[in-house]
């Protein structure tokens, strides 16, 4: 009987030690405000307590945009602050939609993955495949994936060659390097250089092969399937339309000025996909339970990309996401910068931490992240000592059995 009550506490002790993995999110999300003992991970207790720190955490840094912190599927904190709109001091809501920047390029590469989960495609195939006017023979789907294409950035080319205000298009980018005959900055293959342009060229892809536009396709293939219903690449219509449009501000010294649109704008996969919070953690439970792409080519997007050359070597970059080791915490994501606007979509998988941050004021956020992922390491642990000390001191006091045999 001892050996059985031992038995179930070693069990009790490795569940509440150990969380489970990133592949195991479930997509039925726990916000704070519906919390039920019975379905929690972590009590409302608990929960309050590191709801908190977080939100004291993101007061004193004067983080200006929202936030969410979850632990697995539970939301811990959701958090608004500032104005989306400085001139008419508007205020920032939870569900504000923000420019992603370059958190877009997450959208991209699923929607490649899924495109290849299709059989239209596969990674290691030329672009010119698909793109027949496309003027780099040797640059594959992999390439414009992981940054190793030698493209140079097209928003320089814009802004030398494109002479009036108008919106330029992905097809207008091809035309430009065509037009210009623009050559690669190294050997593809050879080296890791992030490039907003291969990121372009895959939004364009898509285009290409689904026959529809990106915009319809990740709303039918991504958006929608994820319930991510306030989400939607850049239109203008739908900005002008919005209740509480959010702005974006640069610094000028001490004051902050607005940024207009500019041609860049509509030039959709390296930026220009707007969301919120709640939007992009529907998203994480949904392409981490494997609903949107199998668990093969997740696991393809999370693994390390190497040079293909006499030195190769490894980096932190997959299919739009990155990879990196810090502090102790094994971090899967993407950060954002453009006009104003910046962005992290984060998840730590040894503990199964997501920190979203949506900003309008171009704030640095890898260190508010950082800050508030490690203050939800250590509450976590505390919790799971105090419940390890809890069930040890009841077992300690428990009467042990009479093992005193009479004849």
Excluded at 39 to 48: D, F, G, K, L, R
Excluded at 82 to 91: I, Q, T, V
Excluded at 189 to 209: D, H, I, K, P, Q
Aim: neutral net charge; aromatic residues 12%.
């Amino acid at each position: 009987m001892r050996i059985f009550k031992f038995f179930l506490f070693f069990v009790t002790l490795l569940l509440v030690a150990f969380p489970i993995g990133i592949g195991m999110a479930d997509t039925s999300v726990i916000s704070k405000d519906t919390l039920d003992e019975n379905n929690a991970y972590i009590s409302a207790e608990h929960a309050e307590r590191i709801n908190n720190l977080l939100q004291d955490r993101l007061i004193k840094s004067g983080f200006k945009g929202t936030a969410l912190v979850a632990y697995k599927d539970q939301i811990i904190t959701e958090y608004a602050n500032g104005y989306s709109d400085y001139s008419e001091k508007k205020l920032i809501k939870e569900n504000s939609s923000f420019q992603l920047a370059s958190v877009s390029k997450s959208f991209t590469a699923t929607a490649i993955m899924i495109i290849h989960e299709q059989g239209h495609l596969k990674y290691d195939d030329k672009v010119v495949q698909y793109i027949p006017e496309f003027p780099y023979e040797k640059i594959t789907i992999r390439h414009l994936l992981q940054h190793t294409s030698g493209l140079p950035n097209y928003m320089y080319l814009v802004d030398q060659y494109w002479k009036n205000d108008s919106l330029i298009s992905n097809e207008d980018v091809l035309d430009l390097l065509i037009e210009h005959q623009v050559k690669t900055n190294y050997v593809p293959g050879s080296r890791f250089v992030y490039s907003n342009t291969g990121y372009a060229m895959l939004a364009l892809l898509v285009e290409r092969v689904s026959h529809q536009s990106f915009s319809s396709f990740l709303s039918q293939y991504i958006f929608e399937p994820a319930q991510m219903n306030s989400t939607f690449t850049y239109n203008k219509n739908i900005l002008d339309t919005l209740d509480n449009r959010v702005l974006g501000y640069g610094r000028s010294g001490k004051r902050l000025r607005q940024y207009e649109y500019e041609p860049n704008d509509l030039v959709l996969g390296d930026k220009s996909v707007f969301s919120n919070v709640y939007d992009l953690f529907n998203y994480l439970q949904y392409l981490n339970s494997y609903k949107i792409v199998s668990e093969e080519s997740l696991a393809q997007a999370y693994t390390r990309g190497t040079t293909v050359s006499k030195k190769s070597r490894d980096f932190d970059y997959g299919f739009g996401w990155r990879m990196r080791d810090e502090e102790g915490m094994n971090l899967i994501y993407h950060n954002g910068l453009w006009h104003g606007f910046s962005s992290t979509l984060t998840r730590e998988i040894n503990n199964d931490i997501t920190v979203i941050l949506l900003s309008n004021t171009a704030a640095t956020i890898s260190g508010i992240r950082n800050e508030l992922l490690q203050i939800s390491i250590n509450e976590l642990q505390k919790i799971s000592l105090e419940k390890m000390a809890s069930k040890t001191g009841v077992l300690a006091r428990t009467k042990p059995e009479n093992t005193t045999h009479k004849f």
